[in-house]
């Protein structure tokens, strides 16, 4: 039996004047987006156009919702009432749906950006929030969250169905948790690496860390990156390890097993 | 048989610490809300409180887009490419829809709001841009226009279905036109000149200049405005009287006889 | 001898459209306004009616640099990198003694809001890094801080003249910070308590707790509010109340003696 | 005697994490630098750092005010009030002056960015709104405009020493302005044909339109470019012209004699 998985990063990151990423080339390896919906990035034209390429490659599209920051990139942690950051979820999620209607398409799933996304993974009350959000517009959303998080957690608990991804070249800690990037090893750079570090985990059901300890989980897609030299030339050779391994690359549904 | 009119107003003026508007009195009155969407005013928390208010009073919800002018409030005209500006509308109209439907609600309409609203009322190019952008999001969502106005003409060249307003207490010239603010008489303060006025051109059929010029036109909606003093007694009055005077006040959809 | 003290409250607080606020009363009761610049509240054009009408009722401006946070009102947490703050405070600063200088005038004095006044109180690192961005404009110009904060204590590193302030109307525990507002007795809302309040500290020379417990300090400066119903009168009874006890009511400047 | 020009780019026009432009390479070419204020590109930071590396550099620095539109660039005509417009531009002047003095440094001048700059040449009520803002926040300012453009006379209309310049790489029409890009030649891309140019106008005091006419004007400065492919070095190979020709490159100050 063929075993499935999916590829996703992260994509429509310029905004107006400004480009970023190479967007074209990841949609050649991936087989979901996560687009940004204006907050960080992604003006509308922004995100218009990343659609449309997203649905022309037949990759998902999923919203990128994020704090309100252009300045900081989404990257700065920021509080806000509950009540206030559930509807800038719901508003950013919105947009972006109202974009893939227009493209004659439909949202695949939600992952959180940034701040908003590493808070949600520590924090179970904002991931609860981030959760309701995405079911309150659309119970269909499935929530793409970093795998043993406690945003997977409160996807689950609200009911949506939720797709643990991994870091693909990120090296993990005994607590499931990725390794600061101020620590040596932090982020695996050799192509080579990153494929091992990938196949090692799917092999073993596990997120494997860095001692070696293997924390059991369902995985079900892989995250990688186009925003650093080199990083699309390391998901192409990871897209093909596993190709070569017999894993057959999938949309998130079907590696859900939907 | 009963005749059937619509009223609308703007609602959801509101932005963050800051209030506009009386909402909750004008919900008592129209049938159709008018919703800001972040652009020119609303930010998400402002939306969401909106839509489920007019929910609970059984009011139409619209996407009210605007150029992406929080301190102009939306007001000051703007030159968008169109591809940029047909892609801030669908941004607009897809985020309250998502709003909408976490509020267990679908939008009825979108109405442009203020500058881009007046410019589209005028050039008819800028028009289809609007009218393709809802359109897009979704071919059922009426616009409700100016009557006589290229954004109505858009609209049905569009294939949409359009819903003609007239202004409640705005002065018209021979082509159909707001008479400007900087002359006499632009504005009718006294609430029975404007329910006269209304019902003047709802008997005739035709928006009826100051001229006493008729110029014939469906009419399905009335818009009324609550920012200023003495406004929503003045919509209370109006609603009185058509109500005296045999009209049925109906939803948008009704309003066009679907 | 003459007591000399100042009051001071924030001002300038509309955006666009919206306004806040009873700028024109308070003018006639503090002798000095933290004027918003642009982040939080405070477009350029309300800056700049706020500036000529504190320079005409010869009222000291400062500038009141909060987080980047429009609809937040800068009063939600945020986490920003130090050279990314200090250039913030700097930007609004700036920003602000240039519409000083187009109407005539100069700073006296720079007081931060919201949140982030809250977290340079408590935060001796983030108190450092607001002290030097005003310090790096002007080094005359005044930091206004609340007495016995960090932010005061930062000022003081940084070689500035600094004015401490204490709230009118706010309630303090054992350790010179606020009553929470969640906390019965936090906010006092008599304007007879509130004079009382503020002239037992001022003839202690302490902060005094609910506890009674006395903090000395020195005060050159009352903080009073102008955004809350009865605000205005509760300030203009506190002058009054200060001007029959004998004191002078003055300028930052001359609070300090200088 | 020696011939004196100043040669002058926009700097600064990175945001956030996005990048623009190669701003060290260009320093070494320019002798002013018109850096962005943070309405179209440049958040507080990037100003920061640019205005620092221009100091070093011994580069004069001028703020480059524009239309509040970061997705558009400042490219995007707008109509904003008088007064409006006047305070953006000296809020914007002025935060740029803020930054020059926290850097130990001062500005030397102001040129208008993008639509602003544009509408600015070409109407003479808006051009006097620009010059009497620039004038309002320091009268010791240089204004940098278009040669024989309604901002230049607006400039000396308002009492303010006035740089005039004429673009290294844009042909002229026979009424002194650009070449639309529309139009074949309009753009010149050869770095032989832009020196060639440039040295034909100033050679003939003249502006030199594509039909050969020549619009005697005073030249103070030739505006370059860092932001296509080949614009610095076609910058440095007109630099290398000139000076090969007995032109020195000077600041704004000394291009006019003061």
């Not at 080579?192 to 070696?212: D, F, P």
Request: include cysteine; proline fraction near 5%.
């Amino acid at each position: 039996m063929t075993r499935t998985i999916n590829l996703n990063a992260d994509l429509g990151e310029s905004f107006g004047a400004w480009t970023m990423g190479e967007d074209g080339a990841l949609l050649g390896v991936v087989g979901a987006a996560n687009v940004a919906c204006g907050f960080h990035a992604g003006d509308p034209l922004v995100m218009r156009t990343t659609v449309r390429t997203a649905l022309a490659a037949g990759v998902d599209i999923g919203a990128h919702p994020a704090y309100p920051d252009l300045q900081g990139f989404g990257r700065r942690p920021m509080t806000m009432a509950p009540a206030e950051l559930e509807a800038a979820v719901i508003y950013q999620v919105g947009a972006l749906a109202g974009m893939a209607a227009a493209e004659g398409g439909r949202l695949t799933h939600v992952k959180p950006h940034g701040a908003l996304n590493n808070q949600a993974c520590e924090d179970a009350a904002l991931a609860d929030v981030v959760a309701r959000a995405v079911r309150a517009v659309d119970r269909h959303l499935i929530l793409l969250a970093p795998a043993l998080s406690e945003l997977q957690a409160a996807g689950e608990r609200a009911g949506l169905a939720v797709a643990a991804e991994v870091f693909a070249d990120r090296a993990y800690t005994d607590a499931a948790t990725l390794v600061p990037r101020s620590q040596p090893g932090a982020v695996l750079h050799d192509p080579g690496a990153v494929a091992a570090h990938v196949m090692r985990m799917l092999e073993a059901g596990a997120i494997v860390a860095t001692s070696g300890k293997r924390l059991p989980t369902s995985m079900h897609s892989i995250c990688v990156h186009g925003d650093t030299p080199g990083a699309v030339d390391n998901a192409r050779q990871l897209r093909a390890a596993l190709q070569a391994a017999g894993w057959r690359l999938v949309g998130l549904r079907e590696a859900l097993g939907r």
